[in-house]
């Protein structure tokens, strides 16, 4: 048994106190944990690791907290941070239990918001979006169901090419052709999806344009 000789506000984290065994210092804790302890008290070394493993989870939590405070992360990204804060494993996946259990963490409805925000702001195929959750450590079965139920290709793929349009406009067919096959490539769309919209863009653009202008037998790529 050791004795609590005192407990001491930490300077540069006020939310966390130094514990002082038989006038020495023993260890760090975070004050909800050290809660229940006073001056004077004895405690088991049993006690003592309970008790830095409980603060080690506190720890843990207001980490987890604080890096899913700045957006949406998936259940991979947080464990990533928490690794790098070199918490322990066992620590790590009992902090990632707790926030599912809250509701602050949920891989369907993160991949959901991913694509969504996708579908909205920068429009890509599928299989840029498939990359892309999966290197946010989401598994195929997260993966295919998002995509399957918030991605039509042709649709994406058109609105995105209306956006780009206004800044290739003014171009001459060919340019504008190259232009845009170029831009809706490097956005993952496929040669079967980017041929039938370069010509609805370019009329959508050119209501009044000269047909003689195009030569409908050319490879459109």
């Given at each position: 048994?050791?004795k ?22 023993a260890?760090?804790l ?17 006690k003592i ?28 990204e ?8 070199e918490?322990?494993?066992?620590v790590?996946?009992?902090?990632l ?49 998002v ?10 793929a ?41 010509r ?22």
């Amino acid at each position: 048994m050791r004795k609590i000789t005192a407990i001491e506000g930490q300077q540069k984290n006020p939310n966390r106190v130094n514990i002082y065994l038989d006038d020495q210092f023993a260890f760090g804790l975070s004050r909800i944990v050290a809660a229940w302890l006073s001056v004077g008290q004895t405690i088991a070394d049993e006690k003592i690791a309970a008790l830095q493993f409980e603060d080690s989870r506190e720890v843990a939590m207001l980490k987890a907290l604080r890096f899913l405070g700045y957006r949406a992360r998936s259940m991979q990204e947080v464990r990533t941070n928490l690794q790098k804060h070199e918490i322990p494993d066992p620590v790590i996946e009992a902090t990632l239990t707790r926030l599912q259990e809250n509701g602050l963490l949920n891989d369907q409805e993160f991949a959901q918001a991913w694509v969504e925000n996708r579908n909205t702001f920068r429009p890509r195929s599928r299989r840029v979006l498939a990359m892309e959750l999966r290197r946010k450590g989401l598994d195929d079965e997260i993966v295919q169901d998002v995509l399957d139920e918030n991605v039509d290709e042709n649709i994406l793929a058109l609105e995105a090419a209306h956006k780009y349009a206004r800044k290739v406009q003014g171009l001459e067919w060919q340019d504008f052709r190259q232009k845009m096959t170029g831009f809706l490539g490097r956005r993952g769309f496929s040669y079967g999806v980017i041929v039938p919209i370069l010509r609805q863009v370019w009329d959508d653009f050119h209501p009044n344009g000269d047909p003689s202008n195009i030569d409908n037998n050319e490879e459109v790529i």
